[in-house]
């Protein structure tokens, strides 16, 4: 069965608005979580190494006050992309880290985010 | 820094007939490398991995891949496809000297289409 979840699978919200995307891990404790951004027929874009109990790591190029991530709980990391605007609407996946150091990463799902 | 390359855009292969999908990396230490699939609107599944040992190593569903040093490549192969193989592939790697936290760096992935 899956073991992350993302919630919502898909949203739709106006220009201007704030989006919160949830990524559980649901077998295991995280404290490295990943989300990407992927745009149609395109590969996977890391945006940022969510670690719990400290700040995220961004990749170059990603704001950090418009895609801030949370990562509370080692079971939880969240997404929320402020004042979302239509060039934001995208595929979300989430990914945590491997149970070892030569684990595979496990994905969600994925979050489709439409901005009108 | 790391890198991976999918040479084909898309592969079209006839079902009951080999499939191959093209893979080649780059990286600074020991290659840790991955095949994943993605079926429309859905998140990532893992087929196999390279870590050590056989350069052959056999996944899900059917599928294997050949790691070759020399090479350079990781490659993605399935003796006979099935029409239900069609989806997206991404080739993935990592740098093995690191912790299991860190990135993996994607392909732009191979679009794979078995007609019936």
């Known amino acids: 069965g899956a073991v992350v979840s993302q919630h919502p699978s898909r949203v739709i919200c106006k220009s201007g608005t704030s989006v919160k995307i949830e990524c559980r891990s649901l077998d295991f404790q995280a404290t490295t979580m990943f989300w990407y951004r992927q745009f149609p027929k395109k590969s996977l874009m890391l945006m940022a190494t969510s670690n719990e109990g400290s700040k995220a790591t961004y990749e170059q190029g990603v704001e950090k006050d418009k895609f801030l991530i949370n990562h509370a709980s080692l079971t939880l990391s969240t997404l929320t992309v402020t004042s979302a605007h239509p060039e934001d609407s995208s595929f979300y996946i989430c990914?945590?880290?491997?149970?070892?150091?030569?684990?595979?990463?496990?994905f969600g799902p994925g979050t489709r985010l439409t901005v009108l | 820094a790391q890198s991976v390359a999918q040479p084909e855009d898309q592969v079209n292969v006839a079902e009951g007939n080999p499939l191959t999908v093209k893979c080649t990396y780059s990286?600074?230490?020991?290659?840790?490398l991955f095949w994943y699939v993605q079926y429309p609107n859905r998140g990532l599944q893992f087929l196999l991995k390279?870590?050590?040992?056989?350069?052959l190593v056999k996944g899900s569903y059917g599928f294997e891949a050949e790691f070759n040093k020399s090479q350079t490549s990781f490659h993605l192969k399935k003796p006979s496809a099935l029409v239900s193989d069609s989806a997206l592939y991404f080739c993935?790697?990592?740098?093995?000297?690191?912790?299991?936290?860190?990135?993996?760096?994607f392909g732009g992935g191979t679009r794979v289409l078995v007609k019936p």
């Open positions: 990914s945590r880290a491997g149970t070892s150091g030569t684990s595979e990463q496990f």
């Open positions: 390279y870590i050590t040992g056989d350069n």
């Open positions: 993935a790697v990592r740098d093995g000297f690191k912790a299991a936290g860190n990135k993996l760096t």
């Open positions: 990286v600074s230490g020991n290659p840790y």
